[in-house]
């Protein structure tokens, strides 16, 4: 069970790869708006994540507070990638602000992931 933990873990932290992939790439191309892939790892990190969450029998209590501020960061990170793929399709350019918003929570999320035990 506990290998099946850690594969849900490895894909957990694949979908921010590919979350934080695609903004870098539009980072450096300063193409300031979000992706479908974008989309994608919001997607894959959020199942992931909700999956991990799951008590899996394990010996030992889980960290709800982490668990929590996890969840709020990536129901403000996926907020902010759907605002900017509406204006994109609106033809409305997004503030670039926001761009660089979604790229440093996302950081943050990765972050809290792998230091905060």
């Given at each position: 069970?506990?290998?099946?933990?850690?594969?849900?873990?490895?894909?957990?932290?694949?979908?921010?790869?590919?979350?934080?992939?695609a903004?870098?790439?539009?980072?450096?191309?300063?193409?300031?708006?979000?992706?479908?892939?974008?989309?994608?790892?919001?997607?894959?990190?959020?199942?992931?994540?909700?999956a991990?969450?799951?008590?899996?029998?394990l010996?030992?209590?889980?960290?709800?507070?982490?668990?929590?501020?996890?969840?709020?960061?990536?129901?403000?990170?996926?907020?902010?990638?759907?605002?900017?793929?509406?204006?994109?399709?609106?033809?409305?350019?997004?503030?670039?602000?926001?761009?660089?918003?979604?790229?440093?929570?996302?950081?943050?999320?990765?972050?809290?992931?792998?230091?905060?035990?």
């Amino acid at each position: 069970m506990e290998i099946l933990r850690h594969v849900v873990l490895l894909v957990h932290l694949t979908g921010f790869a590919i979350l934080f992939g695609a903004w870098f790439v539009e980072a450096v191309a300063r193409r300031y708006q979000a992706t479908r892939l974008m989309d994608l790892g919001v997607l894959v990190a959020g199942v992931a994540g909700l999956a991990l969450a799951a008590p899996w029998g394990l010996d030992h209590d889980l960290n709800y507070v982490k668990i929590g501020i996890k969840l709020v960061v990536l129901i403000v990170i996926g907020a902010l990638v759907g605002i900017s793929t509406s204006r994109a399709r609106k033809g409305t350019p997004l503030p670039s602000w926001v761009f660089w918003l979604i790229g440093g929570l996302t950081l943050l999320n990765a972050g809290l992931a792998v230091i905060w035990r």
